[in-house]
């Protein structure tokens, strides 16, 4: 039988949906669930009724490196004997999964977006080239590890109320990665990769102060911001916004471009999300044939009244 | 004092993708433009600067490929400003993640030993970011992914980088380790015609997969049944003044898409 890890990225014990729908993907096998830093042993409560036999914690006092991630990792795999590992795609998951996978003979796959475990049969599919192609995952050694694009499962439906078991794991942390600082943002939007919303501008905004513009609408939708390589290349707004093959991939719910002409390296990065808007003056441009609802207008006699409308509903 | 700084070519990102008819891979003989993975860049353009306030640095760019799409990449970071090239050549070999990382790791070993590697965070074809952790791995050194930001010392470096939703790190990482670059970490230099004319001249040091020892058994996933996305059904155009554009458009949202 399959026996699956699934490493869990939480804040202080509260589990996020990014690895909650991790578990939708695990049928007829045994789970077990990790957590490392502060309160991670709060996690159990929102495991209720997962079906899960163990969730191991290392604590510590201070917020855990990928190396302490890699070390907990490595002792929890082992402890349970996991011959998959998955995980949501966070940095802390990109760093020490590829490491683990060397230390116990395993192959890791990043950015998939399609898995399915059922009893025995394990088959994943997962994107190139920010979604011009995608193609299924053969996995040539016998311990799978899997990094999961948030976004892409329903949340798990848990099944009675019966919390797992803690069990703390106990090593001794290595020194080569301290964490110094962690500095929060501003905590008013979720990440663009895990957002079910997102409201992108480009060139057609014309002025770097019209992304104001966007954050208003973004407010009431509650949407993240993002925007095309062009703009970030001006200098108008940081690169951690960019979307696109050169900056993030995302698959929203809802994607809105506001004048974004729609290069082909913008639209591998946000073809995949469910319903696209394009909101763009020139009715040429390329981001109409990948939108479900195309509007031709300019942006800003467009603004006012949808975001009367907006509010009307939201 | 090695610096390492790791190269991968790529298709360019204007590129439309086409598929071998056996859905095995990507045709890659329609490929027109081969370029550097963008985030490389700065990764050539730390090193370079790191060198600047370190004499006694030596920086090498390594690239692993075949032998004569990777040489463009090569020359392009001796012109501009890294003192060697190591080419490794895969003779027709087709590598995964772990397999590239293995041939970095063991060209390193018989070249000298690590300081620092540089790298991009990610490399804009497959979206893997793999090579440069698996290579702190096979090395045994840590690695940060993402920096924007680094302050070196003699056995230390401290770096930001932002770890979602605008929250960022600073970590201390001791030295030897590996660094993935960042956008926001530096603007890489230009390099002129005359420049990379130059850089074509100097001898590159040659190695190839097979000597450094990567077989077939390393290798760790295996692609198949590639697809190109199914086409969007065809967009629904909402005409109008803005305002029953606006109204149209909310009202679609809420009762079609039911995303609102």
């Not at chain 1, 082992?78 to 966070?90: C, D, G, H, P």
């Not at chain 1, 949340?155 to 090593?171: A, D, R, Y």
């Not at chain 2, 860049?41 to 730390?46: K, R, T």
């Not at chain 2, 995964?96 to 790298?119: C, E, Q, R, V, Y």
């Amino acid at each position: 039988m399959n026996k699956a890890l699934v490493f869990l990225d939480h804040e202080n014990g509260t589990i996020k949906k990014s690895s909650l729908e991790i578990f939708s993907s695990l049928k007829g096998c045994e789970i077990a669930a990790l957590a490392c830093g502060p309160s991670a042993a709060k996690a159990a409560q929102s495991l209720e009724g997962l079906n899960i036999k163990t969730l191991y914690v290392y604590e510590g006092s201070t917020a855990p490196s990928s190396e302490l991630a890699l070390q907990s990792l490595f002792e929890a795999s082992k402890a349970f004997e996991a011959n998959l590992i998955l995980a949501s795609n966070s940095v802390m998951a990109r760093e020490s999964f590829p490491s683990l996978a060397v230390k116990i003979g395993g192959a890791l796959a990043t950015d998939v977006t399609e898995v399915s475990v059922q009893t025995g049969e394990v088959t994943a599919r997962r994107p190139f080239f920010s979604g011009k192609c995608s193609a299924q995952v053969n996995f040539k050694k016998p311990v799978k590890l899997f990094l999961l694009r948030p976004n892409q499962l329903p949340q798990p439906t848990p099944s009675g109320s019966e919390t797992p078991p803690v069990q703390p794991l106990s090593l001794t942390p290595n020194e080569r990665v301290k964490v110094k600082e962690v500095v929060s943002g501003s905590g008013k939007q979720a990440d663009l990769t895990e957002a079910s919303k997102i409201i992108s501008g480009g060139r057609g905004l014309k002025a770097p102060e019209n992304f104001k513009k966007l954050e208003e609408l973004a407010e009431i939708l509650g949407a993240t911001v993002g925007a095309s390589r062009a703009v970030v290349d001006e200098g108008w707004v940081p690169h951690s916004i960019q979307v696109g093959q050169t900056g993030k991939t995302v698959a929203p719910n809802l994607y809105i471009a506001c004048g974004i002409s729609g290069q082909i390296q913008h639209l591998a990065g946000m073809s995949s999300s469910k319903v696209i808007v394009a909101i763009n003056s020139n009715p040429e441009a390329p981001i109409f044939k990948k939108a479900t609802y195309g509007v031709v207008a300019d942006f800003f006699q467009l603004f006012d009244p949808l975001k009367e409308e907006l509010k009307k509903v939201l | 004092m090695n610096i390492y700084v790791f190269l991968k070519q790529v298709p360019d990102t204007e590129t439309k993708i086409k598929l071998l008819n056996d859905g095995s891979g990507i045709d890659e003989s329609a490929v027109a433009k081969w370029i550097i993975n963008r985030y490389d860049e700065h990764a050539i353009e730390e090193a370079l600067q790191f060198k600047a306030k370190n004499p006694s640095a030596k920086v090498f760019a390594v690239c692993v490929g075949p032998k004569a799409r990777i040489q463009e990449a090569l020359v392009a970071a001796i012109a501009m400003g890294c003192d060697e090239g190591i080419r490794i050549d895969t003779e027709g070999q087709k590598l995964d993640s772990l397999m590239t990382a293995k041939s970095l790791a063991a060209a390193l070993k018989k070249n000298g030993d690590p300081h620092i590697i540089f790298s991009g965070k990610v490399a804009f074809d497959g979206n893997f970011s793999l090579v440069s952790q698996y290579a702190s791995a096979f090395l045994d050194i840590p690695c940060a992914i993402g920096i924007s930001k680094a302050e070196y010392s003699d056995s230390t470096v401290e770096v930001e980088r932002e770890v979602g939703g605008g929250t960022k790190e600073i970590l201390t990482l001791s030295i030897p380790c590996v660094l993935g670059c960042d956008k926001g970490l530096n603007k890489p230099r230009y390099v002129g015609l005359p420049g990379l004319m130059k850089a074509k001249k100097k001898q590159l040091i040659e190695m190839t997969t097979k000597e450094l020892g990567v077989e077939e058994s390393d290798r760790g996933l295996e692609f198949s049944h590639f697809q190109l996305p199914p086409d969007p059904a065809p967009v629904k155009m909402i005409e109008g003044d803005p305002a029953t554009q606006a109204k149209e458009l909310v009202r679609l949202l809420r009762e079609e898409a039911k995303v609102l």
